[in-house]
């Protein structure tokens, strides 16, 4: 049996593992983390750093924005 949790650390209460010793019974489980902020591989080279910096500096000052419809999208 294969199944996927995205849950938080705070969310890991007794009722949540005691639900996957129910599911999972005595079979070993592999339990993996992962932190989804990619924050740090976005800023990982300066042309895509400098670039982010400045779209947010452009969204700060309400410059070279770029607006859609609803129906559009």
Do not use: C
């Not at 990982?44 to 910096?53: I, P, R």
Request: without cysteine; aromatic residues 6%.
């Amino acid at each position: 049996m294969t199944g996927v949790f995205t849950i938080r650390p705070s969310e890991i209460t007794d009722d949540f593992v005691n639900m996957l010793k129910t599911l999972f019974n005595d079979r070993e489980l592999v339990i993996s983390t992962k932190d989804d902020d990619e924050t740090d591989y976005l800023l990982s080279s300066k042309a895509n750093k400098a670039s982010l910096l400045q779209s947010v500096g452009d969204i700060n000052r309400h410059t070279n924005l770029v607006s859609f419809k609803e129906a559009e999208l």
